[in-house]
């Protein structure tokens, strides 16, 4: 008869709880009006060709994909993915004209070396005179000779031979027409343009399923924080779901193609001076379609950091997008005002980051990174242990180090920088708190348990934390004073 030695020694074996991973900020959306082939909510994706075969390879979501996936780095470099996800709305539309087939008149057409003709763009009249289009030999040649003349229009040859004038804004209030000319040859006549047998379509307003209805429908059962859209949608549902991301943990963006929406009445300035910093608007005045690309691109190489290395932060200032070309309208006056307005820009100069209430592109995704992690850190604190955090100093120490913990990451990262702290506010002891931030660049801090009040120690609740960060920032640009003698 033996006895076991549970009888003197007895031991039980536990596993460790696991946590919640950290989120992971470089998973981005397309939020797409494509119809796919599949029927799920949504799908994710690492590479363009599987987008390709599920929408086809000439869609506007494959080639949103390529633009994704083309840059270097991109979403895949921070361990992040695409997530497409299908929506049942219908785009906005811009207003147009559109010629009947040019062909007989095209000889007519290319001998014109004074023509003019008056395009009237959502109420603005437009001359245009002295046009030459003998230097062209076709259509399209025509169309690139007005599309010089028409910034603010997209001129497109359609049908082989008609002639197509959109406006490179959408929703019912646009529409384009045209007019005789005053001087010279007149392009509207029945020999030239023949406008009296032309066909002009108002626009119209995006409709069905809202970019906020889709966010609704999917909640939680997918994670993105970064997202743009295929859906083209006029500036006041724009601006209604800047309003609505505000509220949220994700980041918008958008694009603009009117050098009209640089101005100070436009949808831009809403957006700016109500300080919605999670939206972040690219002017790209080449096309809709290619401002949407241009986007997608930009999104990419934002999300791309590798929050768990070393100087792995990046801004976008200054950064070249893959398959993208500069803006050729962009001048030093629309800088002037896409800086007003807190307007991203890509231009011979790269890409140019502009601020909406002092945050940038990439601070918008450095404070949702931050944010989410540190939430995920607490969380972990309080689930990883297999017996209790106890209210007590060492239960608060705990705490505030799994906080720092993420604040030292940020160090790492160079999201945050020591520094000096420039504000009146502080917490604490403010000698203290001042020489945290200027030699580690971020301060934790709780009042002491002992002072809790008896209700939230009832409650079983932490002391407020409190945490003081200095963002490293990023140098955009340099003034040089030289001083020269013979």
Not at 409 to 438: C, H, K, M, V
Request: hydrophobic share 40%; net charge negative.
């Amino acid at each position: 008869m033996t006895i076991g030695l549970a009888n003197i020694i007895n031991v039980s074996l536990s596993s460790v709880p696991t946590g919640l991973p950290n989120p992971n900020i470089n998973s981005i959306a397309l939020f797409t009006n494509d119809v796919p082939s599949f029927t799920d909510e949504y799908k994710i994706y690492i590479n363009s060709t599987l987008v390709a075969q599920d929408f086809g390879t000439n869609s506007v979501t494959a080639k949103c994909a390529e633009s994704i996936f083309a840059q270097s780095p991109n979403v895949l470099s921070g361990d992040g993915r695409l997530v497409v996800i299908p929506m049942n709305g219908v785009n906005a539309i811009s207003g147009l004209t559109t010629t009947k087939d040019l062909t007989p008149n095209l000889g007519n057409i290319l001998a014109v070396s004074d023509g003019s003709i008056k395009v009237n763009v959502n109420g603005v009249q437009l001359e245009l005179a002295d046009i030459d289009f003998t230097k062209a030999t076709n259509i399209e040649g025509i169309a690139d000779i007005l599309q010089q003349k028409l910034v603010n229009v997209i001129i497109e040859v359609v049908d082989t031979n008609k002639l197509k004038f959109s406006s490179k804004k959408v929703g019912v209030s646009q529409n384009i027409t045209l007019v005789s000319g005053t001087t010279g040859t007149d392009l509207y006549g029945a020999n030239f343009f023949d406008i009296a047998n032309a066909t002009t379509i108002s626009g119209a307003n995006a409709s069905g399923e809202s970019i906020s209805d889709t966010i609704t429908r999917i909640g939680n059962t997918v994670e993105y924080y970064g997202f743009t859209t295929t859906l083209q949608m006029e500036d006041d549902i724009v601006t209604s779901l800047a309003s609505t991301v505000q509220a949220i943990d994700k980041a918008f963006f958008y694009y603009a193609s009117d050098t009209n929406d640089l101005e100070p009445t436009a949808f831009t300035e809403t957006i700016n001076s109500a300080s919605q910093t999670k939206t972040k608007i690219l002017f790209y005045s080449l096309s809709r379609t290619q401002a949407l690309y241009s986007c997608c691109a930009s999104l990419s190489r934002l999300f791309s950091a590798n929050f768990a290395g070393s100087n792995t932060s990046i801004t976008l200032h200054l950064k070249t997008l893959a398959n993208i070309v500069p803006d050729p309208v962009i001048d030093d006056n629309l800088i002037t005002k896409a800086k007003e307005r807190g307007v991203d820009v890509y231009t011979n100069l790269h890409y140019i980051s502009y601020s909406v209430a002092g945050d940038y592109a990439d601070t918008i995704v450095h404070k949702l990174w931050f944010k989410l992690t540190i939430q995920i850190a607490g969380y972990n604190f309080l689930k990883t242990t297999n017996t209790k955090v106890p209210q007590t100093p060492r239960g608060m120490e705990g705490l505030r180090n799994s906080y720092s913990a993420v604040c030292q990451q940020a160090i790492n990262a160079n999201i945050l920088a020591p520094n000096n702290w420039n504000s009146i506010d502080t917490f604490g002891d403010p000698e203290t708190f001042r020489n945290n931030i200027r030699d580690k660049g971020y301060y934790v801090y709780n009042i002491p348990i002992s002072e809790q009040s008896q209700n939230d120690r009832d409650d079983r609740k932490a002391p407020l934390i409190q945490i003081a960060i200095k963002f490293s920032g990023a140098i955009h640009s340099s003034t040089v004073s030289i001083f020269a003698e013979n």
